[in-house]
């Protein structure tokens, strides 16, 4: 087993990580740039080490910093959460170089499952479903015309290094096509330096189902069920739940047997999760791979009693998977809160937290790195925290979940609770009846403004 643990990584998945750790007696050592210096995982790791300033090109995406942090407090493994470079090939590699174990996919699978043309067509090899489309990178907007054709309109256009929704167009008729493939190609460019395309058909009614894998280092992999994403804005999950209201046994069993096919196919090492795209038939198909823990991993914690950042660990240093799948015994709930004004179009919500009230009680888990005082960064993403409500029903969770949102208290900065306290209420979401385009119609009560 590992003597110490770099984490690579800020917020509340660093935080998560560290107690993790500090469970199973392994060294901590926090990395930070100096916008985080009075943050919680600096605080309670075993050391802690600044690596630049708050820019994240020059500190939490500077691998020779993070490299040289481990070096210097003698880490033998390194944790890099999610996000940042949780996903790069290249710092899986040089990790690997150095001698230091990356708890996370080898630099072989980021580089199969990362670029997502090379990705689908890797599924279609192991016999995963697919969404129609191109096979691999369409190169102009000549041979995207053609292709739209024959696939049939409407269809999606998606950057293979895309991300945050950025570099996707949704074409309904061909007199678009040009226009929005332009669009997109730019956007990808600017946003990831990689204009590369491919086209898909565009699911009707879709929603976004994922599928919890774990694969150890002897080509064997289980699943641990599903989760549904649907509930998104501009393609950033904004709650997520576990069992899907959609799933139905036969079709669980399925995606199941599809995931854990995609993850022995690749000989899958860590834990990571199979996307699917899910239409109103219950015809499922492949989206993409995420070789990383999740934003949203705890409901599958609460739903399995299975702690996902141990079994990363496990797996890393050699462990066997346990070779069963696992299925949900509970319902449980996650609300993402970010700093972010719902009233004025998400708009992220900086500042200091001058009054704050954290929920507890009975199926609430809060995850979560602010404190009241805690001054929160312009530089990095805007999620603040995580509630997760797990009961024995659907109706008990969202109920615990309303009662949470009401006890979950914040000065200083905008919010999005007062927006999951509306979803809450909504005869739509309640009904279980929701796909990726929710969002798309839902207003913000101004009743619910002065909830902070």
């Not at 009241?372 to 995580?386: F, L, R």
Request: proline share 5%.
């Amino acid at each position: 087993m590992f003597k110490k643990i770099l984490i690579a990584n800020r917020g509340e998945i660093a935080m998560r990580i560290l107690r993790t750790c500090k469970e199973m007696g392994i060294k901590t050592v926090a990395v930070y740039s100096t916008a985080d210096k009075d943050s919680l995982h600096v605080r309670f790791a075993d050391e802690a080490v600044c690596i630049g300033p708050p820019v994240s090109k020059d500190s939490y995406l500077k691998i020779s910093n993070i490299i040289a942090a481990a070096e210097i407090t003698n880490a033998d493994a390194i944790h890099p959460g999610y996000g940042f470079l949780s996903e790069n090939a290249n710092f899986s590699r040089i990790c690997e170089k150095n001698g230091i174990k990356f708890i996370g996919a080898t630099p072989e699978q980021i580089e199969k499952m990362g670029d997502k043309a090379t990705a689908k067509s890797t599924m279609k090899e192991a016999g995963v479903p697919c969404v129609p489309g191109s096979d691999g990178l369409v190169p102009n907007y000549e041979t995207a015309a053609k292709l739209a054709e024959e696939i049939g309109y409407p269809v999606m256009i998606k950057a293979t290094a895309g991300g945050g929704g950025k570099g996707m167009r949704a074409v309904w008729k061909a007199e678009n096509l040009r226009d929005l493939w332009d669009s997109a190609v730019q956007e990808a460019t600017a946003a990831f330096g990689n204009g590369g395309m491919y086209m898909e058909k565009l699911i009707e009614e879709p929603r976004h189902i994922e599928i919890q894998i774990a694969g150890d280092q002897y080509g064997n992999a289980c699943h641990l069920s599903e989760r549904d994403c649907s509930v998104q804005r501009r393609n950033q999950k904004l709650t997520e739940e576990t069992p899907s209201p959609f799933m139905t046994e036969e079709l669980r069993e399925k995606m199941g047997e599809a995931a854990v096919k995609a993850a022995e196919y690749i000989g899958y090492e860590g834990v990571g999760t199979i996307e699917f795209l899910v239409d109103k038939h219950r015809n499922f198909y492949f989206m993409e791979m995420n070789t990383r823990i999740q934003v949203e991993h705890p409901i599958t914690e609460q739903v399995v009693d299975f702690d996902l950042i141990r079994e990363q660990i496990l797996l890393a240093a050699g462990q066997p998977i346990s070779g069963k799948n696992y299925y949900p015994k509970l319902h449980s709930i996650e609300c993402r809160i970010n700093a972010e004004d719902p009233f004025n179009d998400f708009r992220p919500s900086p500042g200091k937290i001058t009054e704050l009230n954290i929920p507890g009680g009975h199926g609430v888990r809060v995850d979560t790195h602010v404190y009241k005082g805690y001054t929160i960064p312009s530089n990095y993403d805007s999620m603040i925290a995580k509630i997760i409500t797990t009961a024995q029903t659907r109706e008990e969770a969202i109920a615990k979940m309303k009662r949470a949102l009401e006890e979950f208290y914040i000065e200083g900065i905008k919010t999005t609770i007062p927006f999951h306290r509306q979803l809450m209420e909504h005869p739509d979401y309640l009904a279980g009846n929701y796909t990726t385009k929710f969002m798309e119609d839902f207003v913000m009560d101004k009743s619910y403004e002065n909830i902070i």
